[in-house]
């Protein structure tokens, strides 16, 4: 914390005067809001560099493309810090549950911010994701058969396992190799976001900005789409995924 205190007063050459922890789903990074009466920013102590490098080189990569993702003001890759755009407080998942009820599960206001957040998707995969260097890509540079076992090994231990759910080890596995067969066959040419789901989507000014790429790879289409509408989560209508 005190070595990005030092990094925002040599960048902004003023001091913070406020640090405020937030929440790092799922990784090991430590995430704070520092700000004072002049500015807000986001700042980032991570001990994994090569994660570091794919957040940073992404982000610089995006908006020269011209995608809403947080601007980098500065880092020190040999302290694993760095300070960037602070978007918000308000993430689209946020707003889906202060918005929802048992009457209304997804607002009219909450659907368009899914149009839009979708209608971005796109400029990730393809238009930014023709030129993406995908050598910095983190922990591995394609979606293949042994990512998609990753993936699929999670869901046994971390929901099967865990929820003490009864099935059979083996035959699930033959499931897997079948499963994994048949997505290695999609063309995996384009940019994969990796966690392209709502609480990695930010709201300002009623448009969606974005963050958490820096698990981004080679892949197909399909999978961040499927990661939006089909996180359990947010378990959004079944009529509104289609």
Not at 21 to 40: E, Q
Not at 146 to 154: S, T
Not at 183 to 209: S, T
Request: a negative charge; aromatic letters at 14%.
């Amino acid at each position: 914390m005190d070595r990005l205190l030092e990094l925002f007063r040599s960048y902004f050459g003023e001091e913070a005067d406020e640090i405020l922890p937030l929440k790092a789903h799922g990784s090991d990074r430590r995430i704070y809001r520092l700000r004072n009466a002049h500015r807000s920013v986001i700042g980032v102590s991570n001990a994994n560099q090569a994660e570091n490098v794919a957040f940073i080189e992404f982000s610089r990569h995006f908006r020269t493309a011209g995608l809403p993702v947080p601007e980098i003001y500065t880092y020190d890759l040999d302290q694993g810090i760095y300070l960037e755009e602070d978007l918000g407080p308000h993430t689209l998942f946020d707003l889906l549950l202060q918005k929802r009820s048992a009457e209304n599960p997804l607002p009219a206001e909450i659907e368009e911010l899914y149009h839009k957040a979708a209608q971005r998707l796109p400029d990730f995969q393809v238009k930014a994701g023709k030129s993406v260097n995908f050598d910095l890509c983190f922990p591995r540079k394609d979606f293949d058969a042994r990512a998609m076992k990753w993936d699929l090994n999670y869901f046994k231990y971390y929901f099967l396992k865990l929820a003490n759910i009864p099935f059979d080890e083996d035959r699930l596995e033959e499931d897997f190799g079948g499963l994994i067969d048949f997505l290695v066959q999609a063309e995996r040419g384009f940019f994969l976001y990796r966690d392209f789901q709502a609480r990695n989507v930010i709201i300002r000014d009623g448009e969606p900005y974005f963050i958490d790429y820096q698990g981004g790879c080679r892949g197909a289409l399909q999978y961040d789409i499927a990661s939006l509408l089909s996180s359990a989560r947010a378990s959004l209508p079944t009529d509104a995924k289609t």
